[in-house]
């Protein structure tokens, strides 16, 4: 019933609850109501895929089997063969997107009438702008904002010729042979992205040399090794401290406190950080109430 009044258009849209959080940046989050996130889940398992096939393979965000940890093992593997790199933001990029723009590269992908209106509806239940804008929080914007880039990942790859690419959700590195080969490529994106897709990419640019490194998904990405991004180091801080506070204040037991530290030791997963570690406890050994454990 609920699907049938969702198709005929008989049902409102846009019944969202707004949140602020700040992990790792300060952040407007809309959620939506119950009844449009059933709406959204069973509208992106048949459009989904079809979105899906329309991405490159290094495209990582809202994807089955790849993710923040698959980009950053194949920025490294880039990052290793190439001399050069160029690393872009888009900015405000959900708030930004334009919806007409956006309406239209669906459908190019979707002819069905009755589909295709239904996520005309949900994209213009949301606007940050007259015509812009897609909420944070809603499984349709993680899906469509992934589509919404598909093209200058193309223009990159096939027009530009760059030797590598890689993508998560707006945030993209791409390699060259040369400084230059990566500015020229950087020319096209820009015009592609303003005339194409009315976005801005931020300033300053990162340009430079493999061998410096860069930080990418909350890691700092050498070729040789993969590093805590401060970012990273500032959460594992706080994730211990909070644990050993609750425990300190008996809140949790020594068991519940061993799981924190896991979760803590998580967040330095997969990186080069032993070193890093042990210096942590060094300077910050555990209270003794905690030494017993």
Known sequence: MLGRANLAGSVALGEMRAFRINDPKPRLIHAPCFRERVLHHALMTQAGPVLDRALVADTYACRVGKGALA???RAQHHQRRWPWYAQIDIRGYFASIDQATL???LA???KDPGLLALMMRIVAAYQTAPGKGLPIGALTSQQFANYYLSGLDRLLLEDCGVRGLVRYMDDLVWWGDSRAAVREALAAARAYTGECLALEIKDPVQIGPSAQGLSFCGYRILPGALLLSRRRKCRYA?????????YADGLIDARTLQSGYACALAITAHTDAAAWRREQLRRFPLAEPLAAL
Request: hydrophobic letters at 45%; a positive charge; aromatic letters at 12%.
């Open 238 to 246: 706080q994730c211990r401290r909070a644990w050993e506070d609750a």
């Open 103 to 105: 309406c239209a590269l």
């Open 108 to 110: 190019r992908r979707f």
């Open 71 to 73: 980009a950053v093992q």
